[in-house]
């Protein structure tokens, strides 16, 4: 009983499946839209094994529904035939109408970009977690590097001295 109950606690957290590591270097996200996602029976399989690829992909909104491009969901190794599925087909995001309203007002108003960040597991559901985003020139990603290196060497001065009070 006891197994049965943990096995279904922990089915029911949340599970990241693939990260957009690159998309927080490249872009400066401005806001944060969690998404379903229409899959077949066997991209979910597969999602659910962990496999997917986030790096390359992105979102457009046309014909009034938020599409999402590039992402790679390779098949699932059981699936044959009839059971499988394109790997890099475009996948349909499900998104409130006022939500792809604003989506669609922003992008083409300014020079904005929508962009996965995390796909992942919630409450057996999976989501995508897309954000509107502007591309960062070279000269700011080096900004933001050389930023966050300088708290870093902050945060471990502050460490050390920290450890040499208390001794």
């Given at each position: 009983m006891a197994k049965?109950?943990?096995?279904?606690?922990?089915a029911t957290l949340d599970r990241v499946v693939a990260t957009n590591r690159r998309a927080?270097?490249?872009?400066?996200?401005?806001?944060?839209?969690?998404?379903?996602?229409?899959?077949q029976g066997s991209?979910?399989?597969s999602l659910r094994t962990g496999r997917a690829q986030l790096s390359d992909a992105y979102a457009r909104v046309s014909?009034?529904?938020?599409?999402?491009?590039?992402?790679?969901?390779?098949p699932w190794q059981y699936s044959t035939g009839f059971g499988g599925h394109d790997p890099d087909r475009r996948r349909k995001l499900l998104l409130h109408r006022g939500?792809?309203?604003?989506?669609?007002?922003?992008?083409?108003?300014?020079p904005l970009t929508l962009i996965p960040v995390k796909l992942y597991f919630k409450e057996g559901k999976a989501k995508v977690e897309l954000a509107l985003a502007r591309g960062r020139r070279l000269y700011d990603k080096?900004?933001?590097l050389a930023a966050r290196d300088a708290e870093r060497e902050v945060a471990r001065m502050a460490r050390h001295s920290a450890h040499w009070v208390e001794s």
């Open positions: 049965r109950l943990a096995a279904k606690q922990t927080r270097h490249d872009y400066d996200l401005i806001d944060i839209f969690e998404c379903g996602i229409v899959l991209e979910v399989k014909e009034g529904e938020v599409w999402l491009y590039g992402v790679h969901i390779p939500q792809i309203d604003e989506l669609l007002g922003k992008t083409q108003q300014q080096r900004r933001v």
